[in-house]
């Protein structure tokens, strides 16, 4: 099995080493065993793991939920329908940026259409165009 330091771990995730070991030590990183001298030694599970975690924390997730999740997958028969609540309230949560995020993406291109229509205007000699907004 291939292991890892935590510097390696650090620079594939693009996270801190202190913020791997504050996952260890809320419980999101488990079992994270040490070398002799001390190190951190992380495997293949961890890197799942931390593939799950910087998801979950992307959807905006919390260390308190991200805690729980993962306290109800260690025995999934005895928590699903709070692991499925869990995740349909995230779901929830991921489905209303998205829609924000293309409101937002709708009116940074309306913004760049029109400053390249000044820009056109500008080299032309042309009227400036009026800014309108998109719902006229």
């Keep these: 099995m291939k292991t890892y330091k935590i510097k390696e771990i650090s620079e594939m995730f693009e996270l801190p080493s202190s ?4 996952y260890e030590s809320e419980g999101l990183l488990p079992e994270v065993p040490k070398s002799l001298s001390g190190q ?37 028969a005895a928590h699903i329908d709070e692991i499925i609540s869990l995740l349909k309230d995230q779901e929830q949560i991921v489905n209303q940026k998205l ?26 000699n042309l009227p400036m165009p009026l800014w309108k907004d998109e719902e006229e």
């Excluded at 593939?51 to 959807?59: A, P």
């Excluded at 829609?99 to 032309?124: F, G, M, P, R």
Aim: with cysteine; aromatic share 14%; net charge positive.
């Design 99 to 124: 829609v924000q995020l293309q409101n937002d993406s709708t009116h940074v291109h309306h913004k760049v259409e029109y400053y390249s229509a000044i820009k056109y205007a500008l080299k032309n």
């Design 40 to 76: 951190r030694i992380y495997n293949n599970e961890h890197i799942e793991r931390l593939k799950c975690i910087n998801c979950f924390k992307r959807t905006g997730m919390t260390i308190s939920q991200l805690r729980k999740f993962f306290m109800y997958e260690t025995d999934e």
């Design 19 to 22: 913020t791997l070991r504050y």
